[in-house]
């Protein structure tokens, strides 16, 4: 079953951030992409937090706010041609647990890090 999504959120003003070295796993094209964050638990601010997390290692934040509906684990999706910056974050982030393909249903567009109770960070 999908998740009827919901999403607020607040545009934070992070500065964009230079591409990430070329890596096996990574391949040429990884860069450090723009992310927005959500967060799918009730741990108050766990979206802020992350953001936080992701914007001192050099990603940049294009949006953090809620999600509404039900993942079991934190999921990063992707849009075509973004699968290699999204294995560059999840190799830096071992909370991230899926790569998925971004679906037309998510609002937005690039990364949205749909984050759940089980980060660690």
């Known amino acids: 079953m ?14 964009s951030a230079p591409a990430a070295e070329p890596s096996a796993t990574t ?4 860069a450090k992409v723009p992310v927005t964050v959500l967060n ?3 741990r108050s601010g766990l ?13 940049p934040i294009a949006r953090v706010g809620n ?5 079991a684990e934190t999921t990063l999706y992707y849009p075509a ?7 560059l ?5 071992p909370s991230v647990q899926r790569l998925e393909p971004r679906p037309s249903w998510l609002p ?11 980060w660690q960070g």
């Not at 607020?8 to 992070?14: F, L, N």
């Not at 974050?89 to 982030?93: D, E, T, V, W």
């Open 81 to 87: 041609g973004q699968l290699d910056s999204a294995r």
């Open 108 to 118: 937005g567009h690039g990364l949205t890090l749909v984050v759940t109770r089980y």
């Open 40 to 42: 799918n638990s009730r």
């Open 27 to 30: 391949g040429p094209r990884a």
């Open 67 to 71: 999600f509404r509906g039900r993942l």
């Open 2 to 15: 999908r998740p009827t999504p919901s999403v607020s959120a607040s545009a934070p003003a992070t500065p």
């Open 89 to 93: 974050l999840a190799r830096h982030y």
């Open 47 to 59: 979206a802020h937090h992350v953001a936080g997390e992701l914007a001192s290692g050099g990603w």
